[in-house]
Structure formats: C-alpha cells, structure tokens
C-alpha cells in the first residue's frame, strides 16, 4: 500500500499543475547551454545533488518529521522560500503548492486545508504532508519527490525537441540509480549546511522570466 501511495504522490497525472514548468530548463536549451543528451544528464545531475540534494531533501525530511510528530512545518516552509533564488522558482513552488493543498483538501488530508492560502506552501511541503498522512517512509517518499521532478524535466526535455522519448527514458535510468544516495547524504544534512547557490539555474530561471518565445510558465 505504500508503493501505491508513493506512485500517486508523485503521478505526473497528479492535478497541481507541476507540467507547466520547465525549472529553467526551457532558458537553458534556449541559451545552448543544454544541448545534447549529455548535457542535460549533467544539467540534472547537478540539480540533483546541488539544490535538490542540499535544499529540498533535508527540509523534506524536517516537515515529514514535523507532521508525523505533530509539530510545526511552517519555519522550514519560509526557509525553503528563502533559498529560492528567482522569482520564478518562488512562484512555481507556491502556485503548485496552492493547488496539491487543494487537492489534498479534496481528498480529506488532515491539515491540508490550512496550506491553500498560506503564503509558504509548495510542492515539496504538501508532498511531505501527504506522505505522513498515509503513512510513508521519509526515504520512499524523497525517492518519489526526486523521481517526479526528473520526470516532469524529462517531459519538458521531450516537449523541446531536445530528447526523443527513448532517450528520455535512458537518460531518466541513468539519473534515477543516483537517487537514493542523493536521499541518504541530504536527509543527514546539519541544519548550518542546508543551502545551495546555483548559478546556472538562477541565471536560466531568471532569463526565462522574459524569455520571448516560451511553452512553459513563468
């Protein structure tokens, strides 16, 4: 039952939205910075285990610890804001957030509907929040955050004409095996050491903001 509560929470057919951004992705093909399968695995692999790795999976781990143990998730929601580098990765965390809190709201997730309106909710703390309530492993359920973000990149790789859906899927085997290390190394994470400055992506997320011609949002 855990599996199947992890493969809904990271769906990409999950209605929050999360398909309509490329997390500066879109910039960075358009710059030529990414412009070969080999570009993007290390254009991946450096999110990974740079702010996915050193940002999102130790504050994962803090609200999942926070729900589960009836504390308060709320500090780590703003400093996760805070560490968000653009205005347009401010945005997509807060309007997917937004919209998982509603949908968890819809499916009866004690203390989803307080996140519908908060001003620091996010993919990544409703993800969390969910998982607790059904009862996931922090460990199953950061394997599942990160594979749907690489996921939802791949589908913007395809969507781009960058990759072709079969390179897609070797190049998505490729950066999934580096998961679970990326889970036990940020999870242990020092609450001094949370924190990472991209330059690449704050510049190609910055960009993309006024971008001329786009498919994803801003």
């Known amino acids: 039952m855990t599996l199947l509560r992890v493969l809904q929470l990271s769906s990409a057919a999950l209605p929050i939205g999360a398909f309509s951004y490329s997390h500066g992705l879109e910039a960075a093909i358009d710059a030529g910075w990414v412009g070969d399968v080999q570009a993007l695995v290390e254009w991946q692999d450096a999110l990974l ?14 609200c999942h610890a926070a729900f589960r143990g009836g504390g ?4 780590w929601a703003f400093e996760l ?17 937004r919209a998982f809190a509603k949908l968890l709201s819809d499916l009866s997730v004690e203390g989803a509907q307080r996140w519908r309106r908060h001003p620091a909710a996010s993919h990544l703390v409703l993800f969390a929040l969910a998982a607790s309530h059904f009862g996931v492993r922090v460990e199953d359920a950061l394997e599942g955050y990160l594979f749907s973000f690489l996921e939802n990149q791949l589908a913007c790789a395809i969507k781009l004409s960058l990759v072709g859906q079969t390179d897609a899927q070797r190049t998505l085997l490729r950066l999934a095996d580096r998961i679970p290390s990326v889970v036990r190394s940020g999870a242990v994470l020092p609450d001094a050491e949370i924190g990472c400055f991209t330059h690449a992506l704050s510049i190609a997320s910055s960009h993309h903001e006024t971008q001329y011609s786009r498919l994803f949002r801003s």
Not at 49 to 61: E, R, S
Not at 72 to 75: F, G, Q, S, T
């Open 81 to 97: 804001r805070a560490l968000r580098e653009t205005r347009e990765l401010r945005d997509e965390d807060h309007v997917v957030g």
């Open 49 to 62: 285990t740079g702010p996915l790795g050193c940002v999102d999976v130790p504050i994962f781990a803090r």
């Open 72 to 75: 308060d998730a709320e500090p």
